[in-house]
């Protein structure tokens, strides 16, 4: 049942259906989704939206919510609300954000992992308990861009097949967000990409853990993960529309005609399978695995793009302005001969971030870690290249800035 109240009655645990006004103003937000989390709540309460539906079949309604902090008046015609003008989302530095990300991250992990175990048990799978994980993935990317997409990729190898989900529905909003897709694929995008591999659930597990190098038996085992995921979903609990059924089936597919299961190339492959593939395999490379370690993230970047026929070019670029050149924990060297990580980025200069510098390359040694911010003017160091964390031996750089 709708119902129409004020933003100041609304309750965690409300489901909102719809916003009263314009959407444009307030671009994170989809037009559905269940309250659960704080930053939303406040983003609405300072968004300047006097009222919203709630549906009381789907949530908590009105009488039940707890607890009424204060008694709000009944919606009339003639009720006054003050009009508040500051933004629709509070963004803020990643260094602010890292805490709840950390958070955000480990209740993903709990959600993912239950989903994704029922259905390694052949239980159907309800996409509709990953909608609240995909807005609060989507609620923190949209106060910080690089918090959580940082902080996703470092995952363990015994955890990588849950959090590497979570960490390509985050990839997947960013990279919409970065496109200017409207906010409702921006959701289904993630959506997509928190499901892509659901279909390794039905892999063995011998297989789908083993430390070495598959056998062609094994690889080809492996490669019908697509389609199985896929008929997955297509007996899921609740219908999964169908850009999300094609991010699951095509996400391997590659614009030379080279990828699997259907060797499609070009555009016959759907502009969000072909955003799913940047994004499957900029996490699976930066991440570590049974059988190898992580790349930096820097350096993947670099790769990625000289592996032609591989990607979609544009989007290939959209990606590298999304997670920026020197993503969060990149190790660069500055033209004064010091080493950093980056720490911070700058939206609109992102060859100049926010470094910690804690090595001398002139000295050849360490120096007690100092912040600076390339993009200001009093600053006149500058990035000349970005360096291999693993050449100069450094083990514990993501010390340095999560
Ligand atoms: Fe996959």
Redesign the pocket.
């Known amino acids: 049942m709708l119902r129409k109240i004020l933003v100041s009655q609304l309750r965690f645990g409300m489901y909102v259906h719809a916003l009263e006004g314009s959407w444009f103003d307030h671009p994170f937000w989809r037009s559905k989704f269940l309250l659960t989390d704080p930053a939303d709540l406040q983003a609405l309460r300072v968004s300047g939206i006097k009222a919203v539906w709630i549906d009381a079949g789907k949530g908590v309604d009105v009488e039940t919510a707890t607890p009424p902090a204060a008694e709000a008046p009944p919606l009339g015609a003639d009720t006054v609300v003050p009009l508040a003008v500051p933004p629709p989302v509070q963004q803020c530095s990643a260094k602010e954000e890292m805490q709840r990300a950390t958070e955000l991250l480990k209740r993903s992990r709990q959600q993912v992992t239950s989903v994704f175990n029922e259905a390694r048990l052949g239980k159907a799978v309800d996409p509709q308990q990953c909608q609240p994980l995909v807005e609060q993935i989507s609620a923190s990317l949209a106060r910080n861009g690089s918090a959580l997409l940082s902080l996703a990729r470092l995952k363990t190898k015994d955890e990588y097949t849950y959090m590497h989900s979570v960490a390509v529905c985050a990839l997947m909003v960013a990279l919409a967000r970065q496109l200017g897709l409207p906010e409702d694929q921006v959701h289904e995008a993630g959506m997509a990409g928190l499901l892509?591999?659901i279909?390794?659930m039905a892999m063995p597990l011998d297989v789908l853990n083993k430390p070495g190098k598959l056998s062609d038996d094994e690889y080809a085992v492996m490669r019908s993960?697509?389609e199985r995921g896929h008929a997955m979903l297509l007996a899921a609990q609740t219908s999964v529309s169908d850009a999300v059924l094609d991010v699951c089936l095509h996400?391997?597919e590659k614009v030379d005609g080279t990828g699997y299961p259907y060797r499609l190339a070009g555009e016959q492959i759907s502009r969000l399978a072909r955003m799913g593939a940047i994004c499957?395999v900029y996490d699976a490379i930066t991440s570590n695995r049974p059988y190898k370690t992580a790349w930096d993230a820097s350096g993947s970047l670099a790769r990625m793009a000289q592996w032609h026929g591989h990607f979609d070019t544009q989007l290939l670029h959209a990606f590298v302005r999304t997670v920026g050149i020197y993503p969060l924990g990149s190790l660069v060297r500055l033209q004064s001969g010091r080493l950093g990580v980056v720490t911070e980025h700058h939206p609109q200069q992102l060859t100049a971030p926010r470094v910690k510098l804690f090595y001398s390359t002139r000295a050849r040694a360490a120096i007690v870690p100092v912040e600076m911010d390339l993009s200001s003017p009093q600053c006149s160091d500058r990035i000349v290249g970005r360096e291999d964390p693993a050449a100069w031996g450094f083990s514990n750089l993501d010390a340095l800035w999560t």
């Open positions: 892509h591999d279909g390794k993960h697509p996400h391997h499957d």
